[in-house]
């Protein structure tokens, strides 16, 4: 901290013009990933769905099977 009393204004300025671009480009990052991941869970979310689908399909045949037993 005793460094930045030796600096002068323009340096600070420059420093916090530094510090914001990192924060900017880290801001950015952050929000890819985010998206990223839920780009990720929309892709999980549609396969489960198809299995979703096959699975009920064969509840559905178990269920016409048991009541084609039941009145036999």
Do not use: P
């Not at 030796?6 to 900017?24: H, K, Y």
């Not at 998206?35 to 045949?61: C, M, N, P």
């Amino acid at each position: 901290m005793n460094d930045l009393n030796r600096m002068s204004n323009e340096d600070l300025e420059r420093m916090i013009g530094e510090a914001e671009s990192c924060i900017q480009e880290i801001r950015a990052e952050m929000e890819r990933r985010q998206q990223q991941t839920q780009h990720e869970a929309i892709d999980s979310l549609e396969l489960y769905l198809e299995q979703a689908d096959v699975g009920w399909s064969d509840v559905r045949k178990f269920f016409q099977q048991v009541l084609q037993e039941l009145r036999r």
